[in-house]
């Protein structure tokens, strides 16, 4: 018998694991304290996006974890 998976459980755990900071959370739409935006489309499908702009789709929680550490936050471009 299947349980109930919630992805967005799944992806707010990821974050904290990864120290990622989240500032709030509604629904499927999470808004990171650096600036970024993930959509939780479905399971193992996220999307990415700053000011209303999509940066990429990601099919792994871990490669999208290890691009937002990379590139921090979108207003450090200078």
């Known amino acids: 018998m299947q349980c109930n998976?919630?992805?967005?459980?799944?992806?707010?755990?990821?974050?904290?694991e990864m120290k990622i900071p989240v500032l709030n959370h509604t629904g499927k739409h999470i808004t990171l304290e650096n600036g970024y935006q993930?959509?939780?489309?479905?399971?193992?499908l996220y999307r990415l996006s700053v000011d209303g702009f999509v940066i990429s789709p990601f099919d792994d929680m871990g490669e999208l974890c290890q691009f937002i550490q990379r590139n921090g936050s979108p207003e450090d471009d200078d």
Request: without cysteine; negative net charge; charged residues 40%.
């Open 38 to 44: 993930i959509e939780v489309e479905k399971r193992d």
């Open 5 to 16: 998976y919630d992805e967005t459980d799944f992806v707010l755990y990821a974050l904290a």
